[in-house]
Every structure is written in C-alpha cells, then in structure tokens.
C-alpha cells in the first residue's frame, strides 16, 4: 500500500473492508428475503455486523426478526425495504417495526380498497437492511436515587452509683479529778458526699477519758454529728480537757456506665419477581363499524386491551385481555369491526364475546 499526500493508492480488498467499516457509525445486517408457504423466511446475507440474525414466521404474512446477542438498540435501530410495490396489476406492502433489543416485527400484506390482508410468499429475493447506530441520540437522563437506610440509635445507659459512708469515732475518755467539771464537746462533721464516700475520723484527745458516746450519722449533701457528752466524776482539782478530732473524709466515686445501642436499619426488601407481560394495545371501544374499512378509516381507540405474552401481533385464535396479569377477557360482540392498534400498526378485527379474534383485516 502506497500513501501519497491524501491519495491511498494500491489497496488490497480486505484492506478497503476494513476502511469502509470504520468509516460507518453503524453496525448493518444486510440480506436478500426470499419467503414461500408456511416456511421461514430464507436470508441471503451480503453484510453483516450485527451478529447473528435469525427469521422465524409466527403466522400468515408475519415474522419474527430475532437477534441472538440482543443489538437492536432501542431509538439506534432503523430497518430499510420496500414499503409498497406492485406486482401484476395488485399493490403490496412491507410494513417492520421494532419491539425490543431481540425483536422486530416484520408483516407482508395485500393492499385493497376494504383494507390490508396479510399474506404469505410476497419475499422474493427481497432486500432488507438493519442498522444499528453507535452514536447515542440526546435524551433526558432518568435518575433513580439510592435509598439511604435510615438508623436510629438507642442509647439507654445504667448508672448505678454506690455510696457508702462508714464513720468510726469512739472517743475513750477517762478523768479522775477532784472536782466536778462539765465537759461538752461538739464535733461537727461537713463532709462532701459524693456517689461513694468512707468516712474515717481519727481524734487524738489529750486525756484519755473513758467514754462511749452514741454518734447518730445522716449522709446529705451537708451533715453535722452533735455528740452530747456529760460525764459525772468528782476531781479533786480541775483538769483542762481539749480533745481534738480531726475527721478524714475520702470520697471515692466509681460510676458504672453500660450504655446500651440498638441499630436498627431501614432494609427495603427486593420487588418480586414479575410475571411475563402481556403486550399493551389501544382498541375502538366506543363504535364498531359495519366493515374493515369503515374501522380503519374512521377508528379511533379509548381503550386498552392486552395480547397474550409473546404474541406481537393480533392472529386468529388469540384471545384480548382487559388488564396485564389478571383473567378478564375482552367483551366483543362477535359481529363487528373494531379498530386496533400498537402505535405503528393497525387491524380491524372481529372479537367474539370471550376474547378471541375471529377475523383480521390489516389497515
């Protein structure tokens, strides 16, 4: 391969491949369709960069598009064919439209002046393109919040204080004079109380007198011990009596704190599975028409029914729903045309009293 300024000259095959898949925004599946009978429908791939395609007829003159490793990117997926065509004198049309990431729907239909009429074998050596894009169209970004679990706390602590308070004070007095003296000592004791006080007074009286006194203690944030001394001895002179207490007060505090926390989060617990849905389609309701024409030319809906799941599009036999999941049929009266739709699509059908299409005109 030369490269000469902007000339490329001298390029391979697989080479010119290469460039010309770069060049393309695009993945495409392109294919000549070739249909007949009740078969699938019959590819002749001439590109492909999708993966693996595959066409499976559902029911006359409709088909299943099917993408194995789910490409078909929703609002990046378009489908290029014929849309009407004639063949001796008769119209006929191909009408796609896309479902989901694994899905396109496909009808092929004969075109008349009562409506449209699907129809088999109308794929002959047919092209049909796919594409998909890789550039990602501007859209409003749906954010979905994480939920915050919400944790309340309890904290309940214990506090047990222990308080003890002992005081010992037994003063030992002994006299022997020769007169008679009146001794009062007071002794008052302010000791402060704490959750855990031991009280120890310790005296050291100058005589040493035998006496026992009665010594009655009341812990309060402030306590005063008044003993009342009065001996009666006969001295034969008179002694000078100072005794001198000197309490210890030792307060000693030791609170037992065992607080208590329960968590208890806020979890909120996974949604269930789902069951299968069933495909949501928009029905006349109001005013049934007397043919497929007047339904697909005047009709408009005020209802919505729902097919059976898995089922695209409206066929024979089906059976219409009035909701999603429960086991109410659809009421029709069995003789007139009702207008229905997907929004890409529209029939006029025959619905009989428990639900199930009888007859089907496409519009």
Same mark, same amino acid.
């Given at each position: 391969m030369a490269i000469s300024g902007k000339t490329i000259s001298n390029l391979d095959a697989s080479t010119l491949a290469t460039l010309r898949e770069f060049s393309k925004p695009y993945n495409v599946y392109t294919a000549f369709i070739t249909q007949?009978?009740?078969?699938? #429908? @019959? *590819?002749?791939?001439?590109?492909? =960069?999708?993966?693996?395609?595959?066409?499976?007829? !559902?029911?006359?003159?409709?088909?299943?598009?099917i993408s194995i490793d789910g490409v078909?990117?929703?609002?990046?997926?378009? $489908? !290029?064919?014929?849309?009407?065509?004639?063949?001796?004198?008769? @119209?006929?049309?191909? $009408?796609?439209?896309?479902?989901?990431?694994?899905?396109?729907?496909?009808?092929?239909?004969?075109?008349?002046?009562?409506?449209?009429?699907?129809?088999?074998?109308?794929?002959?050596? &047919?092209?049909?393109?796919?594409r998909s894009y890789s550039v990602v169209p501007p859209v409003t970004p749906s954010v979905t919040p994480s939920p915050t679990p919400s944790i309340t706390p309890s904290i309940t602590p214990s506090i047990t204080p222990s308080i003890s308070? &002992?005081?010992?004070?037994? #003063?030992?007095?002994?006299?022997?004079?020769?007169? =008679? *003296? /009146?001794?009062?000592?007071?002794i008052?004791?302010?000791p402060s109380i704490t959750p855990s006080i031991t009280v120890t007074p310790s005296e050291t009286p100058s005589v040493t007198p035998s006496v026992t006194p009665s010594i009655s203690i009341t812990p309060t944030p402030s306590i005063s011990i008044t003993p009342s001394e009065t001996p009666s001895v006969t001295p034969s002179e008179t002694p000078s009596v100072t005794p001198s207490m000197t309490p210890s007060v030792t307060p000693?505090?030791?609170? $037992?704190?065992?607080?208590? !926390? /329960?968590? =208890?989060?806020?979890?909120?617990? *996974?949604? #269930?599975?789902?069951? #299968?849905?069933r495909l949501e389609f928009f029905i006349g309701n109001m005013d049934p028409y007397d043919t497929p024409l007047d339904a697909c030319t005047y009709g408009i809906t005020d209802e919505n029914v729902y097919l059976s799941a898995g089922i695209y599009v409206p066929v024979l036999g089906t059976t219409l729903w009035e909701d999603q999941f429960g086991d109410e049929p659809y009421f029709g009266n069995g003789y007139s045309y009702y207008y229905l739709t997907n929004g890409s699509n529209s029939w006029a059908v025959k619905i009989a009293g428990d639900g199930e299409i009888t007859e089907i005109t496409a519009c």
């Amino acid at each position: 391969m030369a490269i000469s300024g902007k000339t490329i000259s001298n390029l391979d095959a697989s080479t010119l491949a290469t460039l010309r898949e770069f060049s393309k925004p695009y993945n495409v599946y392109t294919a000549f369709i070739t249909q007949s009978g009740e078969d699938n #429908p @019959f *590819p002749v791939e001439y590109e492909n =960069t999708l993966g693996d395609i595959e066409w499976v007829r !559902i029911t006359g003159g409709t088909y299943d598009v099917i993408s194995i490793d789910g490409v078909f990117t929703a609002n990046r997926t378009i $489908t !290029i064919h014929d849309k009407l065509f004639q063949i001796d004198g008769e @119209f006929y049309e191909i $009408t796609s439209s896309w479902v989901s990431s694994t899905h396109i729907l496909v009808s092929t239909s004969k075109v008349e002046l009562t409506g449209s009429t699907l129809m088999d074998t109308l794929f002959n050596n &047919t092209l049909f393109e796919i594409r998909s894009y890789s550039v990602v169209p501007p859209v409003t970004p749906s954010v979905t919040p994480s939920p915050t679990p919400s944790i309340t706390p309890s904290i309940t602590p214990s506090i047990t204080p222990s308080i003890s308070v &002992t005081p010992s004070i037994t #003063p030992s007095i002994t006299v022997t004079p020769s007169e =008679t *003296p /009146s001794v009062t000592p007071t002794i008052s004791v302010t000791p402060s109380i704490t959750p855990s006080i031991t009280v120890t007074p310790s005296e050291t009286p100058s005589v040493t007198p035998s006496v026992t006194p009665s010594i009655s203690i009341t812990p309060t944030p402030s306590i005063s011990i008044t003993p009342s001394e009065t001996p009666s001895v006969t001295p034969s002179e008179t002694p000078s009596v100072t005794p001198s207490m000197t309490p210890s007060v030792t307060p000693s505090v030791t609170p $037992t704190v065992t607080p208590s !926390i /329960s968590v =208890t989060p806020s979890i909120t617990p *996974p949604p #269930p599975s789902p069951s #299968p849905l069933r495909l949501e389609f928009f029905i006349g309701n109001m005013d049934p028409y007397d043919t497929p024409l007047d339904a697909c030319t005047y009709g408009i809906t005020d209802e919505n029914v729902y097919l059976s799941a898995g089922i695209y599009v409206p066929v024979l036999g089906t059976t219409l729903w009035e909701d999603q999941f429960g086991d109410e049929p659809y009421f029709g009266n069995g003789y007139s045309y009702y207008y229905l739709t997907n929004g890409s699509n529209s029939w006029a059908v025959k619905i009989a009293g428990d639900g199930e299409i009888t007859e089907i005109t496409a519009c």
